[in-house]
């Protein structure tokens, strides 16, 4: 895991919803198609990660982070879910989710990428008098295994969504009701994955 710099070109609605929501809600995660300042390669999926400057503070410099991607299929259609946590050396993890629709383009593009992208970058912003500031990001991993899991979640959501009547269709009433089960934090794994090995 390495630190990058730059950032996303993110509409300004986009930032100030985020901002709003996480001076409402706590830290935010949002999933998005985009790409880095410097990067000339086509867009791939980004975690956007928002939250007060004391929760960012926490997780700078070395920490442990991990993720779970969800599927929950209701009567509403189908919900994916990206749930992550920033484990740091002490303290408590910096928690946050985001919701992904494959009937909108832009949740089927995020996981189509999920599911070719050897790499996944999250770019942690505090949010700050109704808008976002940049702080820093982080690289992942996001090797074979796990796009493969991306790449069956988008299989068996779109099938979901398929098989949903069209006039039971619904991504808020879905969220609400796949709400009941969504947990934080992602448990933490049992060594951090940038820390030494133990002598």
């Known amino acids: 895991m ?3 710099t730059g950032g996303l070109r993110l509409p300004d609605r986009v930032r100030q919803s985020i901002a709003a929501a996480a001076a409402e809600q706590g830290p935010q995660a949002r999933v998005v198609a985009a790409q880095t300042r410097t990067s000339m390669r086509p867009p791939q999926a980004h975690v956007v990660v928002a939250a007060e400057r004391r929760d960012i503070e926490r997780i700078r410099g070395r920490v442990s982070l991990v993720r779970r991607l969800e599927l929950y299929k209701t009567s509403y259609g189908p919900v994916v879910r990206l749930a992550l946590s920033a484990y740091p050396p002490d ?3 910096l928690s946050a989710a985001a919701v992904l629709d494959v009937a909108q383009v832009s949740g089927d593009a995020v996981l189509t990428g999920l599911g070719k ?3 996944l970058y999250l770019h942690f912003y505090r949010a700050e008098s109704g808008d976002l500031v940049y702080e820093f990001s982080k690289q992942l991993s996001n090797d074979e ?9 988008l299989r068996m959501a779109r099938g979901a969504y398929g098989e949903t ?4 269709r619904s991504f808020r009433r879905a969220v609400a009701l796949a709400g009941r089960q969504f947990e934080l934090p992602v448990p933490p794994p049992e060594r951090a994955p940038d820390a ?3 002598p």
């Not at 796990?146 to 790449?151: K, V």
């Not at 009547?165 to 039971?168: F, G, L, M, V």
């Open 91 to 93: 303290g408590e993890p």
């Open 2 to 4: 390495s630190e990058k």
């Open 196 to 198: 030494p090995p133990k």
């Open 117 to 119: 992208q050897k790499d």
């Open 145 to 153: 295994k796990q796009r493969g899991e991306a790449r069956r979640i």
């Open 165 to 168: 009547p069209a006039e039971r």
